[in-house]
């Protein structure tokens, strides 16, 4: 271990490590049909992905959460864990995503951490699925409150010992940003998710990689400064 101090890199999952729009899509279309809603379009689906499930919903349906947007949540879970299938076609990983992660847990100065909308379920099935055993610390929607609340942020710190401004977020949501912002960290963009980079930058995205490899100089550079 270097004099360096440690860095923290939290990494959200969906529209991040997973393109999972599509089985989203699916499944929250099922859920509003089933509850005699109109179906909302990919977009608008994309537009709330990094939200936890039932803001997610409460956001689509334009209110606040209630007891039937409580309800919809438990159906979209059962809806999801039955149309899931072979996580590999239906939350495959972004191209580059396994080696970037794979570099970065070798350097002994930067710690990898998850910070997502998704249940500890799902999150256990995704990393199981890939062998992914890099994330020292993992916070979900069952641990903390949704995005861009910074508790996620402030807890993976407290539980690894790095201070915010030696933390960095990285992510392809608005939410991702301010929830960095708010937590008074670093906020990396990546532009092959579901919001654009413009939207990032306005959000509070201080720099914005277009493949993930990118974020290796980046990091090390930080780690090395």
């Known amino acids: 271990m270097s004099d360096t101090p440690l860095r923290l890199a939290l990494f959200d999952c969906d529209g991040t490590l ?27 689906t994309e537009r709330v992905i990094g939200l936890s499930l039932e803001v997610a919903i409460a956001e689509l349906l334009k209110r606040p959460v209630d007891d039937e947007i409580l309800e919809m949540a438990t159906a979209y879970k ?67 409150p949704s995005k861009p609340d910074p508790a996620m942020v402030l807890e993976s710190c407290k539980q690894t010992g790095v201070s915010p401004d030696n933390t960095f977020v990285i992510g392809d949501s608005i939410y991702d940003m301010q929830m960095a912002k708010l937590a008074h960290a670093n906020a990396i963009g990546v532009s092959w998710g579901y919001h654009t980079p413009d939207a990032l930058k306005e959000a509070g995205a201080g720099t914005i990689v277009r493949e993930p490899e990118e974020l290796i100089p980046i990091l090390e550079r930080k780690s090395n400064a």
């Open 78 to 144: 059962q809806n999801f864990a039955k149309f899931r299938g072979d996580i590999s076609f239906t939350e495959p990983l972004f191209p580059g995503i396994m080696e970037t992660l794979t570099t970065l847990e070798q350097n002994d100065d930067i710690l990898l951490g998850l910070v997502t909308g998704k249940t500890r379920l799902a999150v256990d099935k995704i990393c199981e699925a890939y062998k992914l055993h890099c994330f020292i610390t993992i916070k979900t929607a069952d641990d903390c």
């Open 18 to 44: 997973v393109d999972s729009a599509f089985t989203i899509q699916h499944v929250m279309t099922t859920v509003f049909q089933q509850f005699s809603y109109k179906e909302p379009s990919l977009d608008e």
